[in-house]
């Protein structure tokens, strides 16, 4: 079973309905799908399954549909439990947020507003005091919007000068502070009143010469910036 931390919980939007899905909720559809019985779903993650019920119908009363299917003759004899589609596409988002999780555990976190949107080229562009980048425009939002900016910290590239490219944001910063771990140098950069890292191996920080208070140029793609509203 997929490992989730104490205290996760997924905001799952359907039909103009939300609901928070905690860890306990998650773990329930999961051994679901595993097992088809939701009597075992229930022993898997401890609970009665009055409770195991409980929490299937309050997800489906608040966000509307159904997510089980229970048929009879099932395995045990006492009959069968599965996940409609709509049940698998909820367990589909979560299992989504949590390889986006695990794969980007060091990621800089920018809380920003929405101040351009460009509906044909499916870019906006976000913006906290002077700092401003572009993101992709994936969701359906708007102009004002408070959003939640992600970017990985091997995401971003150091430059000692700003390069044309492919890479849709070059800012340029001042180098706070440098620090070895596990043979990564993390470099962290003040750009203008914002506070980014940025991995970079030995040989590139030899390379580049860099030294804390040096100035630099930081380069990431539009789509390496994943954003979450507020």
């Known amino acids: 079973m997929t490992d989730v931390k104490a205290g996760v919980e997924y905001k799952i939007n359907l039909n103009g309905n939300s609901f928070l899905l905690d860890g306990k909720k998650y773990h329930l559809l999961e051994a679901i ?3 088809g019985s939701l009597t075992e779903a229930a022993h898997e993650i401890n609970v009665s399954y009055r409770t195991a019920l409980n929490y299937i119908e309050k997800i489906e009363s608040n966000l509307d549909v159904k997510i089980v299917n229970t048929t009879k003759g099932g395995k045990g004899g006492g009959g069968g439990t599965s996940l409609t589609d709509e049940g698998y596409s909820i367990l589909k988002e979560c299992k989504k947020i949590n390889a986006i999780m695990e794969l980007h ?3 800089n976190e920018i809380e920003a507003e929405i101040v351009d949107i460009n509906d044909s080229k499916r870019i ?12 992709p425009l994936n969701r359906k939002y708007e102009i004002g919007d408070h959003i939640l900016a992600l970017i990985s910290y091997d995401n971003i590239f150091l430059m000692l000068e700003p390069q044309e490219s492919s890479i849709r944001n070059v800012l340029k910063g001042q180098i706070i502070e440098m620090k070895l771990e596990h043979e990564i140098i993390r470099v962290k950069i003040d750009v203008g009143g914002v506070i980014l890292c940025s991995d970079i191996t030995v040989s590139a920080e030899n390379e580049l010469n860099l030294t804390i208070g040096k100035e630099v140029y930081l380069g990431f793609k539009a789509m390496s910036v994943a954003t979450l509203k507020l």
């Open 124 to 135: 906006m562009t976000i913006k906290k005091d002077n700092f401003q980048i572009n993101a």
């Open 33 to 35: 799908l595993d097992s």
């Open 105 to 107: 555990k060091d990621v």
